[in-house]
């Protein structure tokens, strides 16, 4: 009941603060609520097979495999095969960090990650159908291209700001 | 329509891996719900915070802000509500398009879009969890500075 409070004490606070919004003023307190459950049941519905994905990816397939397609020696295929694995993706974008998460314990090279999280941020397929359709072609083509560049430089200086140190850190944490 | 891909995918994936090995299949289960359960707290949390940010941050409140506001202001304007709200494509384009058609500069658009995507304040506990501090900071921050880039780009190329 402790570790429970403790966990989710964030949680707890956030919705008394939304229970006194409520009551000072009922007109937003209900409209957030109504967002809250709206989000909740949206989220909620794409989340459980992700997380069979994760956990089926986790048991069958071994470090060897994922480090030799997406470590540190994979070199540029390595990079398309995260590029791609993060735009074929569905969901949003917090829904990746815990498959970037099992990619570094396989052993996947921290930059491919970083532009796994990039793709899946910004160039998910289903997506660029939907901005196309919305803001035109044009639009959609135009941050493409800016945006394949920007994962790429993104990933590469994010890598480069952490030494070794900081670096088997974040392996660390993932294990 | 995504989503029954990846319910279909889940599905697929769970049968098969159920027929190859029943013990791995049960593991692959537990893990699944495991990692579930450990963003749950943030998770929640986060979601409390969209509803309240929404309610408070109407769309006509955002169209006011990105529509009449243009120029650097308008653009760092639209980066910064980007970067905070965390609403899915599907909400974001259609909501993108009525801003745009309400008078919006692409170049304020594409920083809302951008930050939208690659940046998010609200999702940064479950980040770090993740990254670390440092390299979700640098991750965010590139972002945001990247996203400012592609606007101004976007604005040029599309005037």
């Known amino acids: ?175 | 329509m995504f989503t029954y891909i990846l319910y279909g995918l889940a599905g697929g994936g769970l049968a098969i891996s159920f027929f190859k090995d029943r013990n791995k299949t049960k593991m692959a289960l537990r893990k699944a719900w495991r990692s579930f359960e450990n963003i749950l707290p943030q998770f929640l949390s986060i979601l409390i915070i969209i509803g309240l940010a929404l309610a408070i941050l109407s769309p006509e409140t955002i169209t006011v802000l990105l529509g009449t506001r243009s120029g650097i202001w308008g653009v760092i304007g639209a980066a910064m509500i980007g970067s905070v709200t965390l609403i899915p494509g599907f909400v974001a384009f259609p909501l993108a398009a009525a801003l745009q058609k309400n008078g919006a500069g692409y170049m304020q658009i594409a920083a809302f879009v951008s930050t939208l995507m690659m940046v998010g304040i609200v999702t940064l506990p479950l980040e770090i969890k993740t990254f670390g501090k440092r390299a979700t900071m640098i991750r965010n921050i590139l972002a945001f500075a990247f996203s400012l880039i592609a606007a101004f780009v976007i604005g040029v190329v599309l005037k």
């Open chain 1, 1 to 175: 009941m402790k570790a429970f409070l403790k966990r989710y004490k964030v949680f707890l606070l956030l919705i008394i603060v939304n229970i006194i919004v409520g009551f000072a003023l009922p007109e937003i307190g209900l409209k957030s609520l109504n967002l809250t459950k709206k989000n909740f049941i949206e989220m909620i519905s794409v989340i459980p097979p992700i997380f069979i994905l994760l956990g089926l990816l986790d048991v069958w397939v071994d470090r060897a495999t994922m480090m030799k397609y997406t470590g540190k020696n994979s070199g540029l295929k390595g990079v398309l095969i995260a590029f791609l694995l993060g735009s074929a993706a569905a969901g949003p974008l917090y829904a990746a960090f815990p498959i970037a998460g099992i990619m570094l314990k396989k052993g996947s090279s921290l930059f491919n990650v970083f532009v796994f999280i990039g793709a899946w941020s910004t160039t998910k397929i289903p997506m660029l159908t939907f901005e196309a359709a919305s803001l035109g072609i044009h639009f959609m083509i135009t941050r493409l291209i800016l945006s394949i560049i920007g994962i790429l430089i993104i990933a590469g200086i994010t890598e480069k700001l952490l030494n070794q140190e900081q670096q088997k850190k974040i392996y660390e944490i993932n294990q």
